[in-house]
T-cell receptor, first 114, second 117 residues
Framework: GESVGLHLPTLSVQEGDNSIINCAYS??????FIWYKQESGKGPQFIID?????DKRQGQRVTVLLNKTVKHLSLQIAATQPGDSAVYFC?????????????FGKGTHLIIQP | NAGVTQTPKFQVLKTGQSMTLQCAQD?????MSWYRQDPGMGLRLIHY???????DQGEVPNGYNVSRSTTEDFPLRLLSAAPSQTSVYFC????????????????FGPGTRLTVL
């Protein structure tokens, strides 16, 4: 069935290294994808988005890659910092409810080792 | 701007009690929504509203009611709390773009952690 998920529940990286967080989606009709960051005890915060007519989009220290062939989305964080420790999850405008029709993934906990 | 505010931050209820989770935004956003977040699951949409006087159900609406009498406020009511409603609840708001979605303007509140005994 339709789902949005993340490959790893926890990802541990050394401070200063690059991080790659993955997301798989199954709804080929989805044409918009978002990455959120959620720090402990806080609400989700928008990081970056990408539309299906793009393969790559860059922000400040973050890059999102979209591979529509294999229905795969990834978030790359360059030179990770302690403040990057959080749960990251993706969302797609697949068959979810609401005006956005968003479906959210379960999340990956990124841990930054000193 | 305060953004999206939610009260209370924490709440413990007994089964069968009712309560209202408050949500307010001061950004003049048309679109507001309520999600619940459970361990091991993604955010799930409960109810949403595209403007004052207009509400609609999301994916998991049972046991919850909403109303939107003003643009600013979007309270979520639990009519008769059940242990299955133990969760963290997030309110969100954004502008209602003509070409959806424009969720780079979506803001989430800090959440309400609800425990139903």
């Amino acid at each position: 069935g339709e789902s949005v998920g993340l490959h790893l529940p926890t990802l541990s990286v050394q401070e200063g290294d690059n991080s790659i967080i993955n997301c798989a989606y199954s709804n080929s009709a989805s044409d918009y994808f978002i990455w959120y960051k959620q720090e402990s005890g806080k609400g989700p915060q928008f990081i970056i988005d990408i539309r299906s007519n793009m393969d790559k989009r860059q922000g400040q220290r973050v890059t999102v890659l979209l591979n529509k062939t294999v229905k795969h989305l990834s978030l790359q964080i360059a030179a990770t910092q302690p403040g990057d420790s959080a749960v990251y999850f993706c969302a797609e405008n697949g068959l979810g409810g609401g005006a956005d029709g968003l479906t959210f993934g379960k999340g990956t906990h990124l841990i930054i080792q000193p | 701007n305060a953004g999206v505010t939610q009260t209370p931050k924490f709440q413990v209820l007994k089964t069968g009690q009712s309560m209202t989770l408050q949500c307010a935004q001061d950004m003049n956003h048309e679109y507001m929504s309520w999600y619940r977040q459970d361990p091991g699951m993604g955010l799930r949409l409960i109810h949403y509203s595209v403007g004052a006087g207009i509400t609609d159900q999301g994916e998991v609406p049972n046991g919850y009611n909403v109303s939107r009498s003003t643009t600013e406020d979007f309270p979520l009511r639990l009519l008769s709390a059940a242990p299955s409603q133990t969760s963290v609840y997030f309110c969100a708001s954004r502008l209602l773009a003509g070409i959806p979605p424009s969720t780079d303007t979506q803001y989430f509140g800090p959440g309400t952690r609800l425990t139903v005994l």
